[in-house]
């Protein structure tokens, strides 16, 4: 017989320090989704695109970051630049499809045909005699400039005008990617909903004890106690890497990745870098996942995935790192369905009020299933909203999480 | 010939239905041995055709093998074919299809899941017909929610 043990009520608190557990209101409340679109995506460097997505001057992909439609394009002298997706004249949206090539170089809004340059220069108002006496002039209107810049090939926007540059926000978290990421070129897009928020998909990128949820990565990763010791590095700004591994795809008949393998990357090599808030870079030695998401209410979240091999590869090398992505990626690879339905039943429980807490309270000396990252991933978000993140309720001290984000992990300086 | 054109049309409406019953060795079974399933996509946001499943017989063989280890929210699917053009020359034959499958979650909610074409390859083999190629071409792009099963 089991000894007689008091049950704590369900719904209190699960006595663990304030950054081993979470408030599921987190993920629910609607004053703290606003914030969170507020005071991170619209404040910190967003991923966009891949640069390969803008081959050609004039070539543009339209994003939304916080609720804001953004153009992302090539200008004629083939800089990445991006502008608010709003006509200054009227606030109508300029593009109205997701991605295109300029004509002529311009960017004509259709309500009033205001045109623009690929630089966001007012080229052109229709009929501009009526603006006489006033200061309505081409010369003196443009598009509101987001700033962009990219790093090994990866697009990233800031909406706001506070934050430091993209290098210092990335620090050296990108290094081990500086390889493979060289000279990649799209070959996967998709694009799924979500009903659930955010941050729980997050999570799955940057947790490894949900691994067991899927059977490729238990029987090709966690099967191996090499794998297991694999660690995870936390770096400032509430980005991670997981060290590489050797992925053991033969146990799922799955074949080996010793040929084509990314420059960089060992035969069967695996590594893992989280950019906060929302990206995962995903290396499996032949082939690159990139990750990223649109909150578009605490419920509702687009994923988008992208898959990327190297533009120079042969038809015959590309159909192979496609076979290698699909594995395990993409609608129909076995890992993304898993995840989703994993945190859609999580949502619903959130939702409706019978999941309280969540625990986030592993300590294994950073190897794989440790939940350090998840720990930093919430301290930087503690800092950014300021709030409670395991009591929305209290007023945010960061001095309660005072030493204790980098528990049982250590911080990369 | 008109035989012929019946019995491709049937295994065409049985593709479906071996999906939906999930036996998947039998549907694995309609395949060549050097047969491949091909699923592919536009993707406008990158203006790209994409391949979303390409796999030869064995691997999926292998991957409908696993699919009780997985945890998959495939939910009951139920294909509707419409089979539209049988062409046989001697051994060969080229067929296409429209189809559209059903989602039945376990509430009973039954909605549009996907919409697309079939457009196969055959070969006559000594028992039957075999698919030396289907390519499945999605009209669909928001699959919800996501399963590895083949459509």
Avoid at chain 1, 45 to 52: D, G, L, N, P
Avoid at chain 1, 240 to 247: D, K, L, R, V, W
Wanted: net charge neutral; proline share 5%.
């Amino acid at each position: 017989m089991r000894p007689e043990t008091v049950r704590q009520p369900w719904d209190a608190p699960p006595g663990l320090p304030p950054t081993h557990y979470l408030d599921n209101r987190i993920y629910t409340d609607n004053a703290l989704f606003r914030a969170e679109q507020e005071k991170i995506f619209r404040a910190t460097w967003k991923f966009a695109c891949h640069e390969s997505e803008l081959r050609n001057a004039g070539d543009y992909r339209v994003v939304e970051i916080g609720a804001v439609s953004v153009i992302v394009l090539r200008d004629a002298d083939r800089r990445i630049r991006a502008f608010f997706n709003a006509c200054p004249h009227r606030g109508a949206r300029i593009v109205r499809d997701t991605a295109g090539t300029l004509v002529d170089q311009r960017l004509q809004c259709f309500y009033h045909h205001w045109s623009f340059s690929t630089q966001g220069e007012c080229l052109y108002i229709p009929r501009p005699e009526a603006y006489a006496g006033s200061s309505v002039c081409a010369e003196r209107i443009g598009l509101r400039t987001v700033r962009a810049e990219s790093v090994h090939g990866l697009v990233f926007l800031n909406l706001g005008d506070q934050a430091g540059p993209l290098a210092q926000f990335l620090g050296s978290t990108l290094e081990n990617l500086r390889e493979p990421l060289a000279e990649l070129e799209l070959l996967h897009y998709h694009r799924v909903e979500i009903r659930a928020n955010w941050k729980l998909f997050v999570e799955t990128n940057c947790e490894g004890y949900h691994e067991l949820l899927h059977l490729l990565n238990r029987t090709t990763g966690l099967s191996q106690p090499a794998y297991r010791k694999r660690q995870w590095h936390l770096h400032p700004h509430g980005h991670h890497t997981f060290e590489p591994a050797q992925i053991a795809y033969g146990r799922l008949a799955l074949g080996e990745r010793s040929s084509a393998t990314l420059p960089g990357m060992a035969p069967n090599g695996h590594v893992v870098v989280d950019l906060f808030p929302d990206v995962m870079v995903n290396v499996r030695a032949t082939v690159v996942r990139i990750d990223s998401l649109t909150p578009l209410a605490p419920g509702l979240t687009l994923l988008e995935c992208r898959g990327l091999g190297r533009a120079d590869d042969l038809a015959e090398i590309r159909e192979l790192r496609q076979r290698h992505h699909n594995q395990v990626w993409g609608p129909f690879g076995r890992n993304l369905p898993e995840d989703i339905w994993a945190i859609e039943t999580q949502w619903a429980n959130m939702s409706a009020g019978a999941s309280r807490f969540s625990i986030i309270a592993r300590e294994e000396d950073r190897q794989a299933t440790d939940d350090a990252p998840l720990r930093s991933f919430y301290g930087e978000w503690r800092r950014l909203v300021c709030a409670s993140s395991h009591d929305i309720d209290a007023p945010y001290r960061a001095a309660d999480y005072a030493g204790r984000d980098a528990q049982g992990a250590q911080r990369i300086p | 010939m008109m035989y012929e054109h019946d019995r491709l049309s049937r295994l065409i409406h049985l593709s479906g239905r071996l999906l939906d019953q999930e036996s998947f060795e039998d549907y694995t079974a309609l395949f060549a041995e050097a047969g491949e399933y091909r699923l592919v996509t536009k993707a406008p946001e990158v203006a790209q055709q994409m391949t979303w499943i390409l796999l030869n017989r064995q691997e999926l063989g292998a991957l409908l093998a696993s699919a009780p280890k997985h945890v998959w929210n495939t939910g009951q699917r139920s294909h509707l074919i419409s089979v539209e053009e049988v062409a046989v020359e001697g051994d060969a034959a080229y067929s296409t299809a429209g189809f559209c499958v059903f989602h039945t979650d376990g509430g009973g909610a039954t909605q549009v899941y996907a919409v697309g074409r079939y457009e196969d390859r055959w070969r006559r083999e000594a028992e039957d017909w075999k698919l030396l190629k289907r390519v499945a071409r999605l009209q669909t792009r928001a699959l919800t929610p996501p399963s590895a099963i083949p459509l």
